[in-house]
Every structure is written in structure tokens, then in C-alpha cells.
């Protein structure tokens, strides 16, 4: 998940080197915090949410295909 969820963000930013993923695994739970540059925030974002949205709706695809029920995808900049 972590490796999808980098992969997805390195091409859609400017400074692909500063994407981080942390990866915090319950049970049944995923939670998943994205960190990039201040000034790829947007980018990764996207109009009204669109670009974010999308990321985390593959990622719980992902999930459940794991075992996974709840999966949080958080952005920090």
C-alpha cells in the first residue's frame, strides 16, 4: 500500500524526492499520512478535493482487496 500510495504521489508533484508515506496498521485499520512540499500541497489536492479524492478512493480499493475495512489517507505539508 505504502509503495502504491508513494508511486501515485511522486508523479503528480514537482519535488518527488520530499514525498514521504508513514504508515500506522491496526487490525483492521489503515491509516496512511502523505507528507510533501509545502508548494506541492495543492497539486496533490487537486480543485475542490478532486486529486485527493481519487487517491484515497484506490487506496481503499487496495485496502479491502488486504483484509482492510477503514483506511484513512491524511495529506500533511
Known amino acids: 500500500m505504502k509503495e502504491l500510495l508513494e ?3 511522486r508523479h ?3 519535488n518527488p524526492d520530499q514525498v514521504e508515506v508513514t504508515v500506522k496498521e491496526g487490525e483492521k485499520s489503515l ?3 502523505l ?3 509545502p508548494e506541492d ?3 496533490v ?3 475542490n478535493g478532486r486529486i485527493i479524492n481519487a487517491i484515497r478512493t484506490l487506496i481503499k480499493a487496495a485496502a479491502v482487496k488486504k483484509g482492510y475495512t477503514n ?3 491524511d495529506v500533511k505539508d
Open 7 to 9: 508511486y501515485v504521489a
Open 12 to 14: 503528480l508533484v514537482d
Open 31 to 33: 491509516i496512511m499520512e
Open 35 to 37: 507528507q510533501v512540499a
Open 41 to 43: 500541497t495543492g497539486k
Open 45 to 47: 489536492i487537486g480543485r
Open 71 to 73: 483506511t484513512i489517507v
